[in-house]
């Protein structure tokens, strides 16, 4: 009777279980599709239970108008799914998104002694406090949701008199639809398709007694490998025919002989900022060729703050988050983000007092903490990308700052 071996194997560990077996002269067969040996075909030899050599992947999640947040979202969801949620969720406009590097932050935050805390920022260009609201309430479930808040932003993506384009396509969408029938997204599912195992003719070299324990890979499960096999399958031995098999949930236990598995690889954790979420900017603000390339518009004819006024739909977004956040025992830390003086006008400095007074009156009431770093930084044009945004040398700055000043929950929210 042939024996069967089902081993997942990586093309190391398959060459470390030939090696234990002291295969010499293995004479393999050819593939008839591609004329390789079947040790060659690595799509058939599987190195963990998870991956598998064909997939096709399902339909994705309909896009919500905004290109920014189908990719930040399916970035975000993939995380998720590879590490659990983070620690610190960053959310907020461009400003966040290009001002927040969650590399830098977790390193500052480890150097008070918040070691392995975990940050990603689902800054999303053009985002209001509609906007933040609609993630945080109806796109992400409450396993995916942070244990803090990290909300960097200004006064522009609070004006309630202003045209909000960036919710108004979203909830324009094809998402946004299958969101309101109460479908959230989710990352498209391989469907997954078991390669046939392929089988080699042993050869008279073979040795007949058991497996050497040293040609079983660290971390592998063994099954009996008594003298008398009871119960179990002997060992193969010359002539015999071994075929190998990618395990399933469905025959990870063969009983009709040895199972040899990988200790299955750990998710590795996102290691660079760009798969954290963060948009990297390295163009240095200089006034005189800035101004060369773009008009200097005043406060007064800018449409971010058309019609300012902070009661209206952002506001009640705001209030909507708050008592979200509050249900959830999640900390909200509000940034309002660096500027630079040049940006600051009459009509800029009146409502960005207007801004700053009203992000206080949450923290008096002890609904979110507050860190005003607006004008901190006001003459150094080399943190800005332009003169209202950071680029990563800024970004870099103020993550570091924001690592020493953030108090993270220690327990997880409930």
């Known amino acids: 009777m042939d024996t069967l071996l089902y081993a997942p194997l990586s093309g190391f560990l398959w060459t470390v279980f030939i090696n234990g077996l002291g295969l010499t002269g293995l004479e393999l067969p050819q593939s008839e599709v591609t004329g390789e040996s079947p040790l060659e075909q690595t799509p058939l030899l599987v190195s963990t239970t998870l991956a ?55 390193q500052s935050l480890s ?36 244990r803090l808040i990290l909300w960097a932003d200004g006064a522009r993506a609070f004006n309630s008199g202003r045209v909000d384009s960036t919710y108004n396509n979203i909830i324009a969408s094809p998402g946004y639809k299958r ?50 096999f009871s119960g179990v399958t002997p060992p193969p031995t010359k002539n015999q025919q071994l075929c190998i098999q990618p395990l399933d949930e469905t025959n990870r236990f063969s009983p009709s002989g040895w199972v040899i598995q990988a200790s299955p690889l750990p998710a590795k954790p996102a290691s660079s900022p760009a798969a954290l979420g963060f948009n990297t900017v390295t163009t ?44 959830r025992r999640i900390p909200i830390v509000f940034v309002n983000m660096p500027l630079t003086q040049i940006y600051f006008d009459s009509t800029r400095t009146y409502h960005e007092q207007q801004f700053r007074a009203y992000i206080q009156r949450f923290a008096n009431y002890g609904q979110l903490t507050f860190y005003d770093y607006g004008q901190r930084w006001l003459n150094q044009h080399h943190y800005f990308a332009d003169p209202s945004h950071l680029n990563q040398l800024g970004a870099a700055h103020v993550s570091n700052q924001l690592g020493q000043d953030l108090k993270l929950p220690r327990t997880p929210a409930k």
Do not use: H
């Open 52 to 106: 598998t050599s064909a997939t096709r992947p399902s339909t994705p999640f309909p896009t919500f108008n905004s290109q920014p947040l189908d990719r930040q979202l399916k970035l975000y969801l993939q995380y998720v799914a590879e590490s659990g949620p983070p620690d610190v969720l960053v959310v907020g406009s461009s400003r966040a998104y290009q001002g927040i590097n969650p590399i830098v932050l977790q």
């Open 179 to 228: 969101l309101v029938a109460g479908i959230r997204p989710t990352l498209p599912q391989p469907e997954i398709a078991t390669p046939p195992p392929f089988c080699l003719r042993l050869s008279a070299g073979l040795l007949e007694d058991n497996l050497p324990e040293d040609a079983l890979p660290e971390g592998t499960l063994k099954e009996s490998r008594s003298s008398s």
């Open 284 to 327: 240095r603000f200089n006034p005189t060729s800035y101004f060369r390339q773009y008009p200097r518009v005043p406060g007064s004819y800018d449409a971010d703050y058309r019609n300012f006024t902070l009661q209206g739909s952002q506001s009640a977004a705001m209030n909507r988050v708050i008592r979200f956040a509050r249900s």
């Open 111 to 146: 150097r008070r002694g918040y070691s392995g805390a975990t940050v990603f920022n689902f800054g999303v260009n053009g985002a209001t406090a509609q906007v933040v609201d609609l993630k945080l309430r109806q796109v992400l479930t409450p396993d995916q949701l942070p």
